[in-house]
């Protein structure tokens, strides 16, 4: 495991893999039609409160636990005690988000190879948008089949060869394709709109399920409470690094490319008349298609949009794969190869199950893994370092110079994220 191989070769290289985990579906897909639904401004105040008092500080948690450990998110905990509990409840919660998460990742590609073909562009007459889950059971199983094939060819080259070196090419991509396309938005007549419903907070929406949704989403989007993060940490090269400042890296990162796609999104949705801001999920595969196909230059959009869609989502999607492969291969002793195939069958069936019972399981897991679950495995991990590890983890966290901040992040992480978290999640239940 501490070979030098299956470490990041330095810290820039590490930030940008956890960019890529954290710069996902939840950015482009999950978050502009949760703002969407919830009304705008005020729901990205409370997210962006979320993100500050949960997020960064759970985040730097579970980074100290691999960076400290040097493992798998399951030998990560003490053995013979309740926390060891924390390890297999990652896991599982990983196997169901990635279960959903490549579905919508076989979609994305399918979107993608229809917008190379034309059809989405102002000069296909015939547009007509068939939503993604009735496209078929057969070829969504082919296009899920086809993103897990691209997840298992860049986690099998393992640590340096395979997640450093996708990451290296497709993170830069990506924020050059969504520069162009916010730039190309920023042309767009409903830019006025698309920045007013984003940023004019309105009070009035701010439901209970908003507030439990915005902190759910805090975590998602960060990737925390899963064991990505903490798995990622355990690769990072010796030495002493700052995790706080690699936590506000990738927490502002993140930030800024999800307010960036909501811009996009809303700017090239406000152009046209009779958008609907709140469509949900469809807002970026029925919606946006539709808009593609009415706008100039609707044809180079809708490939560079896709492309960039699919990049954030197979980046996410194989930081999910390897908690998985690093588990399976410490506890099976099989080598890098077969590991990531037998993972990525796994997950791959897996997916196809999800397919075959849409109705039955995708909202369900998708609601129950980002409201309760992750949630729930981000309380566990600042627990386990607030009290578990306790002061001299979170000196080490934060360093010597700054014991004020120390002391701060250690009742964060010992009471006030985990009564927040906690506090919020239960209103919503009850
Ligand atoms: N953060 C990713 C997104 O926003 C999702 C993700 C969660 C990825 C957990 C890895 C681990 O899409």
């Given at each position: 495991?501490?070979?030098?191989?299956?470490?990041?070769?330095?810290?820039?290289?590490?930030?940008?893999?956890?960019?890529?985990?954290?710069v996902g579906l939840g950015n482009i897909w999950k978050f502009p039609y949760i703002v969407g639904e919830h009304?705008g401004g005020?729901f990205i105040?409370?997210?962006?409160?979320?993100?500050?008092?949960?997020?960064?500080?759970?985040?730097?948690?579970?980074?100290?636990?691999?960076?400290?450990?040097?493992?798998?998110?399951?030998?990560?905990?003490?053995?013979?005690?309740?926390?060891?509990?924390?390890?297999?409840?990652?896991?599982?919660?990983?196997?169901?988000?990635?279960?959903?998460?490549?579905?919508i990742?076989?979609?994305v590609?399918?979107f993608?190879?229809?917008s190379?073909?034309?059809?989405f562009?102002?000069?296909?007459?015939?547009?007509?948008?068939?939503?993604?889950?009735?496209?078929?059971?057969?070829?969504?199983?082919?296009?899920?089949?086809?993103?897990?094939?691209?997840?298992?060819?860049?986690?099998?080259?393992?640590?340096?060869?395979?997640?450093?070196?996708?990451?290296?090419?497709?993170?830069?991509?990506l924020?050059?394709l969504i520069l162009v396309l916010a730039v190309r938005s920023l042309f767009m007549p409903g830019v006025g709109e698309a920045t007013d419903f984003l940023f004019?907070?309105?009070?009035?929406?701010?439901?209970?399920?908003?507030?439990?949704?915005?902190?759910?989403?805090?975590?998602?989007t960060?990737?925390?409470?899963?064991?990505?993060?903490?798995?990622?940490?355990?690769?990072?090269?010796?030495?002493?690094?700052?995790?706080?400042?690699?936590?506000?890296?990738?927490?502002?990162?993140?930030?800024f490319i999800a307010m960036l796609m909501g811009f996009i999104i809303f700017a090239i949705g406000y152009s046209h008349?009779g958008f609907e801001p709140a469509a949900g999920p469809a807002l970026l595969f029925e919606t946006l298609p539709n808009l593609f196909g009415e706008t100039?230059?609707g044809?180079?959009l809708s490939?560079a949009f896709f492309t960039l869609v699919?990049?954030a989502?197979?980046?996410?999607?194989?930081?999910?794969?390897?908690?998985?492969?690093?588990?399976?291969?410490?506890?099976?002793?099989?080598?890098?190869?077969?590991?990531?195939?037998?993972?990525?069958?796994?997950?791959?069936?897996?997916?196809?199950?999800?397919?075959?019972?849409?109705?039955?399981?995708?909202?369900?897991?998708?609601?129950?893994?980002?409201?309760?679950?992750?949630?729930?495995?981000?309380?566990?991990?600042?627990?386990?370092?607030?009290?578990?590890?306790?002061?001299?983890?979170?000196?080490?966290?934060?360093?010597?110079?700054?014991?004020?901040?120390?002391?701060?992040?250690?009742?964060?992480?010992?009471?006030?994220?985990?009564?927040?978290?906690?506090?919020?999640?239960?209103?919503?239940?009850?």
């Amino acid at each position: 495991m501490n070979s030098t191989e299956n470490k990041f070769s330095n810290r820039r290289t590490f930030i940008l893999a956890a960019i890529g985990a954290a710069v996902g579906l939840g950015n482009i897909w999950k978050f502009p039609y949760i703002v969407g639904e919830h009304g705008g401004g005020a729901f990205i105040l409370i997210y962006l409160g979320a993100i500050l008092v949960t997020g960064i500080p759970i985040f730097m948690a579970e980074l100290y636990i691999g960076k400290r450990e040097r493992t798998d998110v399951v030998s990560a905990f003490p053995k013979k005690s309740a926390w060891f509990g924390i390890g297999p409840f990652s896991v599982i919660s990983t196997i169901l988000v990635l279960g959903i998460y490549s579905v919508i990742g076989g979609w994305v590609l399918d979107f993608e190879f229809q917008s190379i073909m034309g059809e989405f562009s102002p000069s296909n007459p015939d547009l007509e948008i068939i939503p993604p889950q009735d496209g078929g059971l057969g070829k969504q199983i082919l296009w899920t089949g086809l993103f897990y094939i691209l997840c298992i060819a860049i986690c099998i080259g393992g640590v340096q060869k395979g997640i450093e070196r996708a990451s290296k090419i497709l993170i830069p991509v990506l924020i050059l394709l969504i520069l162009v396309l916010a730039v190309r938005s920023l042309f767009m007549p409903g830019v006025g709109e698309a920045t007013d419903f984003l940023f004019l907070p309105d009070f009035s929406q701010l439901t209970r399920e908003a507030i439990v949704e915005a902190i759910g989403h805090a975590f998602f989007t960060l990737s925390v409470g899963f064991g990505a993060i903490l798995t990622y940490g355990s690769y990072l090269p010796q030495g002493s690094q700052p995790l706080p400042r690699m936590a506000i890296t990738v927490a502002v990162a993140d930030t800024f490319i999800a307010m960036l796609m909501g811009f996009i999104i809303f700017a090239i949705g406000y152009s046209h008349t009779g958008f609907e801001p709140a469509a949900g999920p469809a807002l970026l595969f029925e919606t946006l298609p539709n808009l593609f196909g009415e706008t100039a230059a609707g044809y180079f959009l809708s490939i560079a949009f896709f492309t960039l869609v699919a990049f954030a989502a197979l980046t996410s999607a194989i930081s999910m794969l390897e908690i998985v492969i690093a588990v399976v291969q410490k506890y099976s002793g099989l080598n890098r190869l077969w590991t990531t195939l037998i993972c990525g069958t796994f997950m791959f069936g897996a997916s196809a199950l999800v397919i075959a019972y849409y109705e039955e399981t995708f909202d369900f897991v998708d609601d129950f893994t980002s409201n309760y679950m992750l949630p729930a495995g981000g309380i566990f991990m600042s627990l386990y370092v607030g009290w578990r590890l306790g002061p001299a983890a979170v000196k080490d966290i934060v360093g010597d110079k700054h014991p004020g901040l120390s002391s701060g992040l250690l009742w964060i992480l010992r009471l006030v994220a985990p009564i927040a978290v906690a506090g919020v999640v239960l209103n919503g239940v009850i």
